[in-house]
């Protein structure tokens, strides 16, 4: 019977640990960008398609030569879940996959634009010796 009670205490417990992530979401937007947005490969693909419109999926996987086949699948499905890109999947033979940023996505373009004169800038620095 003691069993019985620790294991609904757990589930209870993890429901509302549930319930308090999405709270700190609702009152903390900076922290849903960051789950949303987190990650090693996400700026990346993200980068890719604004920088190159719609692609298919074997041309994504060109462009980010570092990522696995499995990772670019996890993340692409992560980002479409969030409405962050849009995927267009085509009854052909093979079967023909796009993917393509959202007005979401797409809203991000500045941020991109912005780290990328960071990362300039800070490579610049290291060249003039900081």
């Not at 009670?5 to 319930?19: E, G, I, R």
């Not at 462009?63 to 890109?85: F, G, N, Q, W």
């Not at 093979?94 to 780290?115: A, F, M």
Request: aromatic share 10%.
């Amino acid at each position: 019977m003691g069993s019985n009670n620790t294991d609904v205490s757990n589930v209870q417990y993890q429901h509302l640990m549930k319930q308090k992530t999405l709270e700190e979401y609702l009152n903390c937007p900076f922290h849903l960008a960051m789950n949303i947005l987190e990650g090693k490969w996400k700026f990346a693909i993200l980068y890719v398609l604004l920088h190159n419109g719609t692609l298919r999926f074997k041309e994504l996987e060109r462009a980010i030569p570092d990522i696995s086949t499995r990772m670019l699948v996890k993340e692409l499905k992560h980002l479409e879940e969030k409405k962050v890109i849009i995927r267009k999947a085509y009854a052909t033979v093979p079967p023909t996959v796009e993917y393509s940023l959202s007005e979401i996505g797409l809203s991000l373009s500045p941020i991109i634009r912005d780290l990328s004169k960071w990362g300039e800038s800070y490579i610049e620095s290291f060249k003039e010796g900081i």
